[in-house]
């Protein structure tokens, strides 16, 4: 009679596989675990929602009370009025309105511009690169500051014909001074975009010979797909860094632009502003300089923490070591 073999072992069971996670996912995780950053975004959005939603509930921020005039804060106006017996509570909300938009919004066209020219340049190399660089560095080489006093006046008179055609043919009055703060836009994007340019370039001249992007262009794969969905990804870090540092030197140079008399145009008004009507006034009424300007401090720290947390949080070299 035959033997019988003995029966093979049982095969263990496979351990089962860990999900995966995206790289946004582990970014999103990194960030939660920095404190300062998770304060810094949380305060900047309640700063946010209170810009916005604020003047609805509060009092108009045109309201004159020429008989009250300058009272310290009370519980009537919880920060005052100033000479005009405006509230600076209501000043304050509609101020950061505008300030936040234009450090947005310019800080946005500087962006799409600097980094669409840096990574051009750097990916292109040779002579391309360097006639393009040359014209940043005589940009770089004109004083900023005049060159968007210039704009600002010369562009003067078609803001003005903006605003009339908004008012006259759309009739929506309540837009004035919008052809202004499109000039604004147009002038501080003009000259902030120099910086971003140059270290996106810098970023992309070491990253276009990696291992990557060897393998995009074996593939055949366009320049503009290669620059827009394979560097540019990779640069996530620097540019959020350089958008939230932008952003409060963005506010800076309306505020100066503001001292100058070519900002933002009466009776809107702005945290440069307000910061600019407390200067003139603070021996007198402390409160229309300190409440302000302690705004504005918030909303730079609140920038500056979350702009580091995003950077460690986006920066993958950092978070494998």
């Not at 770089?140 to 006259?168: C, N, Q």
């Not at 270290?199 to 995009?216: C, D, N, P, T």
Request: with cysteine.
């Amino acid at each position: 009679m035959p033997s019988l073999s003995p029966l093979p072992a049982a095969t263990p069971a496979p351990e089962p596989l860990e999900p995966g996670s995206s790289p946004w996912h582990d970014a999103w995780v990194r960030l939660r675990q920095n404190r300062l950053a998770v304060a810094g975004g949380l305060l900047l959005l309640v700063l946010t929602l209170l810009c916005v939603g604020g003047p609805w509930f509060s009092q108009t921020y045109q309201a004159q009370n020429l008989d009250l005039g300058a009272t310290a804060p009370s519980g009537a106006h919880w920060l005052g009025t100033d000479t005009l017996g405006r509230d600076l509570f209501a000043r304050l909300l509609y101020g950061g309105r505008i300030s936040l938009m234009v450090g947005l919004v310019a800080t946005g066209v500087a962006l799409t511009i600097g980094v669409s020219y840096g990574a051009v340049a750097g990916f292109l190399g040779g002579k391309t690169d360097t006639v393009m660089m040359r014209l940043v560095d005589i940009l770089y080489a004109l004083p900023f500051t005049i060159f968007v006093i210039l704009l600002m006046v010369f562009m003067k008179g078609p803001s003005e014909h903006l605003d009339t055609w908004l008012r006259d043919t759309v009739h929506l009055s309540g837009l004035q001074g919008f052809g202004n703060m499109l000039l604004l836009f147009a002038a501080i994007g003009a000259v902030e975009w120099l910086t971003m340019a140059r270290i996106v370039r810098g970023q992309v001249l070491s990253l276009k010979r990696m291992e990557f992007i060897e393998a995009a262009r074996a593939l055949g794969f366009s320049r503009r797909r290669i620059i827009f969905r394979h560097l540019l990804p990779n640069l996530l870090g620097p540019i959020i860094v350089y958008a939230t540092l932008t952003v409060p030197a963005v506010m800076l140079l309306e505020a100066f632009l503001s001292f100058l008399g070519l900002g933002v145009q009466p009776p809107m008004s702005s945290w440069g502003a307000l910061i600019k009507d407390g200067a003139e006034k603070m021996e007198e009424f402390w409160w229309l300089l300190v409440f302000p300007g302690g705004v504005f401090s918030l909303t730079l720290f609140s920038l500056n923490f979350l702009g580091d947390g995003l950077r460690d949080a986006l920066d993958v070299r950092a978070a494998q070591d």
